[in-house]
């Protein structure tokens, strides 16, 4: 089956698309699109997306400028607390670490009948322990400055 092509498709497309039609057109055109079988499918159809682009137009409230502003301005805000309390929560989650890490020395430098100097001797008389702890100081400092700057990754 072979579709036939109208001469005048391009004019009726114009007229739906320059909402001229039916009104806004020639006489002339009217007549061809009522004996054309192509170029009459083609007005209703396209006269029914001009409607509805038209009701869709019609329907499209933008609020005021105030309005759009004000709601710009409460985002803005937001968004900068949201920037503000991420480092915050790092640096109170850091200052927890350093008071539970000195609340545990301040309890064994206070235990009563401790003889630091047997402490002493056995801590320093082991490299693997002073490496431990000197590895677990570094990483809570780390973490700790990380989490206070923001910089945590989260993946």
């Given at each position: 089956?072979?579709?036939?092509?109208?001469?005048?498709?391009?004019?009726v497309l114009a007229a739906v698309r320059g909402g001229m039609?039916?009104?806004?057109?020639?006489?002339?055109?009217?007549?061809?699109?009522?004996?054309?079988?192509?170029?009459?499918?083609?007005?209703?159809?396209?006269?029914?997306?001009?409607?509805?682009?038209?009701?869709?137009?019609?329907?499209?409230?933008?609020?005021?400028?105030?309005?759009?502003?004000?709601?710009?301005?409460?985002?803005?805000?937001?968004?900068?607390?949201?920037?503000?309390?991420?480092?915050?929560?790092?640096?109170?989650?850091?200052?927890?670490?350093?008071?539970?890490?000195?609340?545990?020395?301040?309890?064994?430098?206070?235990?009563?009948?401790?003889?630091?100097?047997?402490?002493?001797?056995?801590?320093?008389?082991?490299?693997?322990?002073?490496?431990?702890?000197?590895?677990?100081?570094?990483?809570?400092?780390?973490?700790?400055?990380?989490?206070?700057?923001?910089?945590?990754?989260?993946?």
């Amino acid at each position: 089956m072979t579709m036939r092509v109208c001469e005048r498709e391009s004019e009726v497309l114009a007229a739906v698309r320059g909402g001229m039609w039916p009104t806004g057109c020639a006489e002339e055109l009217r007549v061809h699109v009522g004996g054309c079988a192509k170029c009459g499918e083609l007005a209703v159809v396209g006269a029914a997306f001009q409607a509805e682009r038209a009701a869709a137009v019609m329907e499209a409230r933008v609020g005021s400028a105030g309005v759009v502003w004000w709601r710009a301005q409460v985002r803005r805000r937001q968004a900068a607390m949201e920037a503000v309390a991420r480092p915050m929560w790092g640096a109170q989650m850091f200052a927890l670490a350093v008071a539970l890490v000195m609340l545990v020395v301040a309890g064994v430098v206070w235990v009563p009948g401790l003889q630091w100097d047997a402490v002493w001797a056995m801590v320093s008389g082991s490299a693997v322990l002073l490496c431990v702890a000197a590895g677990v100081v570094v990483m809570v400092g780390v973490v700790g400055l990380s989490l206070a700057l923001g910089r945590e990754d989260r993946g």
